[in-house]
């Protein structure tokens, strides 16, 4: 009987988690070993690689935006409403596993990752990066 008890807790465990996983919505990843929440943050370093990758294609699949005139695109700015922020795409995400929390909006020189959470630029990728 006890053993029984502890085989429903741990199945009530489980169900839970998995719940708390999904509600978590598409920014928050879970392993199967282990659980392990990708969340975006307000930095993001990325190797010369990497932000060739996420420039070449990107600017394949997306149009270029003309930036605000009072808009400077630096680490640590927020996106205006005026701009079109996009989740990013998931063969990028697949290629470039920690750019998969983050969004980003494709200027015409500057490719912005942006934080979904308060729209904050955390990484700044120029062309012939």
């Given at each position: 009987m006890k053993l029984q008890s502890i085989a429903i807790a741990a199945a009530v465990a489980l169900a839970s988690g998995s719940g708390a996983a999904f509600a978590a919505g598409p920014h928050t990843m879970s392993n199967d070993s282990a659980t392990m929440q990708m969340t975006p943050k307000d930095n993001l370093a990325l190797t010369r690689t990497q932000k060739r990758i996420a420039?070449?294609?990107?600017?394949?699949?997306?149009?270029?935006?003309?930036?605000?005139?009072?808009?400077?695109?630096?680490?640590?700015?927020?996106?205006?409403?005026?701009?079109?922020?996009?989740?990013?795409?998931?063969?990028?995400?697949?290629?470039?596993?920690?750019?998969?929390?983050?969004?980003?909006?494709?200027?015409?020189?500057?490719?912005?990752?942006?934080?979904?959470?308060?729209?904050?630029?955390?990484?700044?990728?120029?062309?012939?990066?």
């Open positions: 420039w070449r294609d990107i600017s394949k699949q997306t149009s270029s935006e003309t930036a605000p005139s009072n808009f400077t695109a630096k680490v640590g700015a927020t996106v205006p409403d005026d701009l079109s922020i996009q989740p990013m795409p998931a063969h990028v995400a697949s290629r470039i596993s920690a750019l998969k929390p983050y969004d980003y909006a494709l200027l015409r020189k500057e490719l912005l990752i942006v934080n979904p959470s308060d729209k904050k630029v955390v990484n700044v990728i120029k062309h012939r990066a």
